[in-house]
């Protein structure tokens, strides 16, 4: 288990870009896959994108291509840059930290950050 905080949402015009960050505390961060999920009221939490312990990444379709997470490990912190944003996008976006499994499963995540608001304005 990690304690992770989200930070870097707010509110930006549709076409734009934003970059999220995922500051973790512990001594194991550089073993864990990490992801971001997306939620909005009502609904389901969203996978969006995860990097695995070695550097690999995966993400959803609808925002493959706009996108990017990414991690430094040295400073325990996992990113999501976000381009090209829609007003589908907004959501709480929530980092989490996987000790293995699928990554595209939340079930398989056992720490998460509070959240972070990101709304798309068009």
Not at 14 to 30: K, P
Not at 36 to 48: A, I, L, N, S
Not at 76 to 87: E, F, G, I, R, S
Request: with cysteine; charged share 20%; net charge neutral.
């Amino acid at each position: 288990q990690v304690q992770l905080v989200e930070s870097g949402g707010g509110l930006v015009q549709a076409g734009g870009s934003l970059r999220l960050s995922c500051a973790a505390s512990g001594h194991t961060f550089s073993s864990y896959d990490m992801g971001w999920f997306r939620q909005t009221p009502g609904t389901e939490r969203e996978f969006v994108a995860a990097i695995d312990w070695n550097g690999r990444t995966e993400y959803s379709d609808s925002v493959k291509g706009r996108f990017t997470i990414s991690r430094d490990n040295n400073r325990n912190t996992v990113y999501l840059q976000m381009n090209a944003l829609k007003p589908a996008d907004t959501a709480v976006y929530f980092c989490a930290g996987s000790t293995g499994g699928n990554v595209k499963d939340r079930v398989n995540y056992d720490s998460w950050g509070q959240g972070t608001q990101v709304t798309v304005s068009s």
